[in-house]
Nanobody
Framework: EVQLVESGGGLVQPGGSLRLSCAAS????????MCWIRQAAGKGFEWVSG????????NYLTSLKGRFTSSRDNAKNTLYLQLNSLQTEDTAMYYC????????RGQGTQVTVSS
């Protein structure tokens, strides 16, 4: 059974940083591309970033302007998302997804950016 468990969210002031983690199990993590997606209250899912199976290739939502960085540790079956220079519009529930399939995601971790 595929399991994805996100953590690391919280309340942060504008300009602050967070590091999200996604612990994966139940599948061969090192063979799977992974994505981060987010959902703000009352809105649909938005793709944030993707990373290939070996971590050498990443891509990001253009509007993020380099503020987020995705990485992975295949030895630990863990995906990461470093969020820097956070803005109020980054407030959302953040999810990791297997094979960048929006339907295969964890329970999410809440990121709230507020002063």
């Amino acid at each position: 059974e595929v399991q994805l468990v996100e953590s690391g969210g919280g309340l942060v002031q504008p300009g602050g940083s967070l590091r999200l983690s996604c612990a994966a199990s139940g599948f061969i993590f090192s063979s799977s591309a992974m994505c981060w997606i987010r959902q703000a209250a009352g809105k649909g899912f938005e793709w944030v970033s993707g990373i290939n199976s070996d971590g050498r290739s990443t891509n990001y939502l253009t509007s993020l302007k380099g503020r987020f960085t995705s990485s992975r540790d295949n030895a630990k079956n863990t995906l990461y998302l470093q969020l820097n220079s956070l803005q109020t519009e980054d407030t959302a529930m953040y999810y990791c997804t297997k094979d960048c399939n929006f339907g295969v995601r964890g329970q999410g971790t809440q990121v709230t950016v507020s002063s």
